[in-house]
């Protein structure tokens, strides 16, 4: 698949980009290249492989969960108009 200078001229324009001639003409180019490879890339063989998680065999370490911070939810919620339950209540707008 390429890409054509009116067809990137087209994306940049939806994108609300500005692109004089010496950018629509590199863009193009880079973008044609990006598929290019991309091409490569569906021609790999890839039937027989098992997807991996992660390239490397070996386990994350994990920290401990541990609480860090106290809870502030009532010093937060003094300056809301209006709180309940610890919730924030807002005025109804679909009924």
Request: proline share 4%.
């Amino acid at each position: 698949m390429a890409l054509t200078e009116k067809k990137v001229n087209q994306i940049a324009y939806l994108a609300r980009l500005s692109l004089n001639e010496a950018q629509l003409k590199n863009n193009t180019q880079d973008l044609n290249a990006i598929f290019s490879l991309f091409e490569q890339l569906v021609n790999i063989e890839t039937d027989g492989i098992e997807p991996m998680s992660h390239p490397l065999h070996m386990s994350q370490r994990l920290r401990e969960d541990v609480v860090t911070e106290q809870d502030q939810s009532i010093l937060l919620q003094s300056v809301a108009p209006e709180t309940s339950n610890g919730y924030y209540l807002v005025p109804t707008v679909i009924e």
